[in-house]
């Protein structure tokens, strides 16, 4: 009798131990969302920096004249009048003409 309670109380220790460990709430489960949650935060930061620069450089543009002038010359190719523009090939494309 004292046998079979003993191997009943183990077996419930067990299957007790299993479910705190590995079950839905347990501890490698809250573990895992731990780390889930850390990675997360450490991206929503990130993406507020970015946007917090963003956010600077759409108020530079709004705010100094001279800096949308550049952005608009280096991203689009912008010249003022009077004005001409020289595009160099890369050296690349220079090579594979000098080849053919």
Excluded: C
């Excluded at 003993?6 to 079950?23: K, P």
């Excluded at 004249?65 to 009077?82: C, F, I, T």
């Amino acid at each position: 009798m004292k046998k079979a309670i003993v191997v009943v109380l183990t077996s419930l220790i067990i299957i007790v131990w299993y479910f705190a460990l590995f079950g839905e709430r347990g501890i490698i489960k809250i573990i895992q969302l731990q780390h889930e949650r850390d990675r997360i935060l450490a991206e929503v930061q990130r993406i507020q920096q970015k946007n917090e620069k963003l956010k600077r450089e759409i108020r530079r543009m709004h705010e100094d004249p001279h800096y949308l002038e550049s952005v608009a010359r280096q991203e689009l190719g912008v010249v003022k009048d009077n004005e001409i523009l020289f595009i160099f090939e890369d050296d690349e494309v220079e090579k594979k003409w000098d080849k053919d």
